[in-house]
C-alpha cells in the first residue's frame, strides 16, 4: 500500500493487474546451455532442470518424482507417462514421458541428488550466463503506482520455476489444446494456466513476419 501497489477502494485493497515480465526458454537456447562447460555439480543440476522443462512438475513435485522416478512412470499402449499427484495442491499431473526425459533418467539410473529450489535458482544462472544468454529483456514493476522499466540480461531472470514457464509455451506452439495442457502442468484452470505462457501476441503475427510491406524500400 505504501509504494502505490495496491489502492484503497472503500472496501479492500485493489490491486491492479500487471504484466509479468518472466521468461521462458527456446528449444534453441536450452541446447546452448546444455553445450556450455560445466561441473558435474553443474551438469547434474542442469539435467534436472532439462527434466522440468519436458514435464512442466513444480519444483516439488518434480524432486518427489526424481526421488523414485520409474515408481511414477506409467504405460499405455506401448506409450510411457508420468502420472504423479502434488502433495501440496492434491492435484494429479499425467505427462506424456519424452525421449529426451527417458534418455537422463536411465543415463543416471534413476538416481539424483536433489539439491534445494534456491541452490538450484543460483546455479541455473551461472549456467544460463555461461551458455551467453545474455541478450537483454524488458523487466517492469511497479513503483509509487507508476510501471518502471529496467533492462537486464537473460540470464539473470532464468530459475527452476522458468522451466515450467517454458514447457507451457513450447507446448502451446504445438497446438496442444489447453485443456491437454492444464492436465499435465496440473493447474485447475485455462486462466492460470495462460499466466504461465510466455509466447503473447508473437505467434499471431509470425505470417507477417515475411510480408513484402515490410520489404518496402523508399
Known amino acids: 500500500f505504501r509504494t502505490g501497489i495496491a489502492f484503497w477502494n472503500g472496501s479492500g485493497l485493489k490491486t491492479p493487474t500487471e ?33 522440468q522443462c519436458f514435464t512442466g512438475l513444480r519444483y516439488d513435485v518434480l524432486c518427489k518424482f526424481l526421488q523414485n522416478p520409474f515408481n511414477y512412470i506409467q504405460e499405455h499402449e506401448e506409450k510411457n507417462y508420468i502420472d504423479i499427484i502434488s502433495d501440496k495442491t492434491k492435484e494429479q499431473s499425467v505427462i506424456p514421458l519424452g525421449d529426451t ?18 541452490h538450484t535458482n543460483r546455479t541455473i544462472k551461472i549456467i544460463a550466463k555461461k551458455a551467453e544468454l545474455d541478450k537483454e ?47 499435465m502442468t496440473g493447474h485447475t484452470t485455462e486462466k492460470q494456466l495462460k499466466i504461465y505462457m510466455r509466447s503473447g501476441k508473437i505467434d499471431l503475427i509470425i505470417p507477417a513476419l515475411g510480408n513484402d510491406f515490410f520489404s518496402t524500400e523508399l
Open 19 to 51: 504484466i509479468t515480465t518472466e521468461v521462458a526458454l527456446s528449444i534453441t537456447e536450452i541446447r546452448k546451455m546444455r553445450s556450455a562447460p560445466l561441473s558435474d555439480s553443474e551438469a547434474q543440476i542442469l539435467d534436472v532442470f532439462i527434466i
Open 101 to 118: 526425459v527417458l534418455k537422463i533418467i536411465m543415463d543416471r539410473e534413476g538416481k539424483f541428488k536433489i539439491f534445494s529450489e534456491e
Open 137 to 183: 529483456i524488458v523487466n517492469r514493476r511497479t513503483v509509487s503506482g507508476k510501471t518502471v522499466e529496467t533492462f537486464v540480461p537473460k540470464w539473470k531472470k532464468i530459475k527452476s520455476h522458468t522451466a515450467r514457464r517454458t514447457f507451457a509455451t513450447l507446448l502451446s506452439k504445438t497446438q496442444i489444446p489447453n485443456n491437454q495442457i492444464t492436465a
